[in-house]
């Protein structure tokens, strides 16, 4: 009977901390109360694009923007921590887990405010109005190309709201 019940700490042992480690992982901006208002994933195996960092006494790897980010979120007194989804909720793995980290660290040599303003260079900019207009484009008979370079004519890239902010706060 012992070894029965010793069997099955061991085996729910192994079990959690199995899940912990397939865990989604990010880098978590939460504002008063507890609000969540923004996130981004970090890996726990290399990837390309990423940086290898020890966050919470751990090596992580983030994307050179994402560090970006963190300090942007905490310059406007936003908190930041690392936390974990296991599927029953949010984990806190530490709080302020970039404070100790510059934006050389993960080679980026502009100013927090001009990488900002620039936006995250790995991201699409696409926006659920174009994937829309897209579809009914493509449904009158164009090919996707034709589609892409119709859109690309009447499309105007607007400003990023950081940027937006940026340019009222500076009075622009």
């Keep these: 009977m012992r070894m029965r019940y010793f069997a099955s700490l061991l085996f729910g042992i192994c079990l959690s901390t199995s899940a912990f480690a397939s865990s989604d ?4 901006s939460r504002g008063l109360d507890d609000e969540f208002l923004g996130s981004h994933k970090v890996q726990q195996l290399p990837r390309t694009g990423y940086k290898e ?6 090596s992580y790897w983030v994307r050179p923007y994402s560090v970006a980010w963190t300090k942007w979120e ?16 949010w984990v806190v793995l530490c709080n302020k887990p970039t404070t100790k980290l510059r934006l050389t660290d993960v080679g980026i040599y502009a100013t927090l405010e001009k990488t900002m303003e620039q936006g995250d260079p790995d991201r699409e900019f696409t926006n659920r109005f174009q994937a829309i207009r ?7 008979g164009l090919t996707p190309e ?3 370079a119709l859109i690309a004519k009447n499309y105007e890239r607007t400003s990023s709201r950081l940027s937006q902010f940026l340019n009222q706060r500076d009075g622009e």
Excluded: K
């Design 146 to 148: 034709e589609a892409e």
């Design 134 to 140: 897209r579809t009914f484009i493509m449904r009158n």
């Design 53 to 58: 960092l020890r966050l919470c006494n751990r």
């Design 74 to 89: 905490e310059q406007l007194g936003h908190e930041v921590r690392l936390e974990a989804n296991q599927g029953y909720g």
């Design 25 to 28: 992982v990010f880098l978590i």
